[in-house]
């Protein structure tokens, strides 16, 4: 619509004037400081041009704000060779060595003003990193049986530095896409620096029952099931790997006049304290990724929520989870 179109130029132009009057700002503040700081005296500091709307006089300055915002000045004590007067507080009354600040000094201004921007900007609004510092491990994870410990911080993988959790999951993605079947982590812990073989082959992987993630609002929750918990059976079988468990979870449905539907089955559970649990699970039915009905019970085990196919059944510091399942 033209109103649209009219508002959107109306805002452009709005935003092109804040942001010369910022830029307009930070110059003459730079010639203005510069100049006080050489001994030059300044009479008069304009933001805009044209007639004056408001103007303050403190001291030898007078300040100035003007209508037209495409521009500023700073007037300096016998700047013009028609106004000098010989004090010894004039433009031309110092050394070039002292005038010449004053004159870059705008430019500069502008310089250092928009790396102190960007920087702000980049500090609030860029992409911010986890740390290298592992905020907890689940008990009987792949990491657990490595060695890896609430706080260790991870050095390297196979020797190639780490410094964020992403650098750290990108390493062994590689590493497993290589064919490799352990990756050598290197962590400090305290004052020690140690290494750890972490297995990081899908086959590994796949062997952990171990919850990593629990949807909160999926059955699995409801049925009682936290992180950290691991799989003992489900319908009456014994899964012995992750894949195993997700073939017999995918294929609980009937077919029924209305469509397929989630079939109620048993569901049994060894918790972080030893304990076998077992209660009854109806799976959410979901579509996959060719568009077919099938179940899902709402957990991940045995791999990464954040990576697909990165191995980690521990929490990065920070505390975003990692997992992975279906």
């Known amino acids: 619509m033209l109103t649209d179109q009219v508002f959107e130029i109306l805002l452009d132009a709005l935003n092109f004037i804040l942001v010369l009057g910022i830029a307009v700002v930070i110059h003459e503040a730079g010639h203005f400081i510069v100049a006080r700081l050489s001994g030059i005296r300044v009479e008069k500091f304009s933001i805009g041009f044209g007639k004056p709307l408001a103007s303050i006089r403190r001291g030898e300055t007078e300040y100035i704000l003007a209508p037209i915002p495409m521009g500023g000045y700073v007037k300096l004590a016998g700047d013009n060779p028609a106004e000098i007067t010989g004090k010894q507080d004039e433009f031309y009354s110092i050394s070039p060595w002292r005038r010449i600040p004053t004159v870059i000094a705008g430019p500069g201004a502008n310089i250092i ?8 900007l980049a500090y609030l609004f860029g992409t911010p990193y986890d740390y290298n510092i592992v905020g907890s491990v689940i008990p009987g994870s792949l990491e657990a049986k490595a060695g890896l410990q609430k706080n260790d911080v991870l050095l390297s993988v ?14 062994i993605q590689s590493l497993r896409k290589s064919g490799k079947e352990a990756a050598s982590v290197e962590v400090r812990r305290g004052t020690k620096t140690l290494s750890v073989s972490l297995p990081v082959s899908m086959k590994e992987i796949d062997k952990c029952l171990v919850l990593s993630f629990v949807d909160p609002v999926g059955p699995g929750f409801a049925a009682g099931l936290e992180t950290g918990d691991r799989i003992l059976s489900i319908d009456h079988q014994s899964p012995d790997t992750w894949s195993k468990f997700r073939e017999i979870t995918t294929n609980l449905l009937e077919e029924t006049p209305q469509g397929p539907v989630p079939r109620t089955v048993s569901l049994s559970w060894q918790n972080t304290n030893g304990e076998i649990k077992s209660a009854s699970i109806t799976p959410a039915l979901v579509k996959n990724e060719t568009g077919e009905h099938t179940a899902s019970s709402g957990c991940r085990a045995g791999r990464c929520r954040d990576l697909s196919q990165s191995p980690s059944c521990c929490r990065k510091d920070r505390t975003r989870l990692s997992g992975s399942g279906y």
């Open 158 to 171: 196979n020797g190639i530095e780490v410094r964020t959790w992403d650098e750290y999951l990108s390493e």
């Open 113 to 120: 003003g928009a790396f102190l921007i960007l920087f702000s």
